[in-house]
């Protein structure tokens, strides 16, 4: 379907699919104690939108591989590669993402940080158990449908 060079493009679109999606409802959830369909789908649009941009724009990947590889000195494709990997990348998506969601949510009220600080220890567990789950079903999906030369 895809070409093989689309691989990265793939995996990110649906790593960002996948964690958005497992994101913005548990978060919703936690939050507000309910599930407005309109509401969901909005916020799962929004952040596929700024991951895809920053999965784009910032070289994350290469970063989490250079801290599991070059800093931690783990084997490429092993569990301590993809554990310290997802590490990173939760990190910095955790971070970027709680700031505009809870921008989107509350404006900039004088307790701004706060709320933000709050709600970030949860969002981040929920986002590294996330992060394994899609990197995983992600790479298969891509696996599957990048097959052309």
């Known amino acids: 379907?895809?070409?093989?060079?689309?691989?990265?493009?793939v995996m990110l679109f649906f790593i960002a699919l996948i964690m958005v999606t497992i994101m913005?409802?548990?978060m919703t959830l936690v939050n507000t104690g309910t599930i407005v369909?309109?509401?969901?789908?909005?916020?799962?649009?929004?952040?596929?939108?700024?991951?895809?941009v920053l999965g784009e724009l910032v070289p994350v990947i290469k970063w989490a591989d250079a801290f599991a590889l070059g800093v931690c000195k783990r084997k490429p494709g092993?569990?301590?590669h993809i554990l310290l990997q997802n590490l990173i990348m939760s990190?910095?998506?955790?971070?970027?993402?709680?700031l505009i969601f809870t921008y989107i949510g509350i404006g900039y009220p004088p307790y701004f940080w706060q709320a933000w600080l709050s709600g970030l220890p949860l969002?981040?567990?929920?986002?590294y158990?996330?992060?394994l789950v899609a990197g995983f079903v992600s790479n298969?999906?891509?696996?599957?449908?990048?097959?052309?030369?």
């Open 140 to 149: 298969k999906i891509a696996t599957a449908l990048c097959t052309k030369e």
């Open 123 to 127: 969002g981040m567990l929920v986002g």
């Open 78 to 80: 092993s569990l301590g």
């Open 129 to 131: 158990v996330a992060g």
């Open 24 to 26: 913005a409802t548990v």
């Open 91 to 98: 990190l910095f998506y955790g971070i970027i993402m709680s």
């Open 1 to 9: 379907m895809f070409k093989k060079s689309a691989f990265p493009h």
């Open 37 to 52: 369909l309109p509401e969901l789908l909005k916020s799962i649009g929004i952040g596929m939108a700024i991951a895809i």
